[in-house]
């Protein structure tokens, strides 16, 4: 009997060709969700980046393996998270928050590792920042960059 793990990696492959979708949408991904269920969205986004097909955000979540890597993935997320908040889809709005939350509850928990501890507080402060004032991220984290380099 197969693995669960590997059924859903094949139903994922099964998927993406049978559609041939350019990239990971909203519309794919909450297709995948249905169709892989049960599933966790880390899982599927796990699965979905190996794949190397584009996505778009808040689908892609918080990346978070570098500093440039967080900045770029706030940054979308908070392209995302205005046009929703100025279309009035508190939906959406909230899942961009929502994966930022649990980014930075990630990152927190892998500050506890002594070898990723100075990184990872960092990466909590600048997710701290984005969930308190999105708006205000970019400027912050601008000077909060030049301030490091000195």
Same mark, same amino acid.
């Given at each position: 009997?197969?693995?669960?793990?590997?059924?859903?990696?094949?139903?994922?492959?099964?998927?993406?060709?049978?559609?041939?979708p350019a990239a990971i949408t909203e519309a794919v991904w909450r297709e995948l969700l249905r169709a892989l269920a049960p599933i966790s969205e880390s899982y599927l986004r796990e699965l979905l980046r190996k794949t190397g097909l584009p996505f778009e955000q808040p689908y892609a979540?918080?990346?978070?393996?570098?500093? %440039? *890597?967080?900045? /770029?993935?706030? $940054?979308?997320?908070?392209?995302?998270?205005?046009? #929703? !908040?100025? %279309? *009035?889809?508190? /939906?959406?709005? $909230?899942?961009?928050?929502?994966?930022?939350?649990? #980014? !930075?509850?990630?990152?927190?928990?892998?500050?506890?590792?002594?070898?990723?501890r100075a990184l990872k507080e960092e990466m909590v402060q600048w997710m701290l920042v984005w969930l308190e004032n999105p708006e205000v991220f970019p400027a912050w984290v601008e000077i909060r960059k030049r301030a490091a380099s000195l």
């Open positions: 009997m197969p693995s669960r793990d590997k059924s859903r990696k094949q139903a994922l492959g099964d998927y993406l060709a049978a559609r041939q979540g918080v990346r978070q393996k570098s500093l %440039a *890597e967080l900045e /770029e993935s706030l $940054r979308e997320m908070l392209a995302v998270y205005s046009s #929703a !908040k100025a %279309a *009035e889809d508190r /939906e959406k709005a $909230r899942y961009c928050r929502r994966q930022v939350i649990g #980014a !930075k509850d990630r990152a927190r928990f892998a500050a506890r590792n002594p070898e990723k």
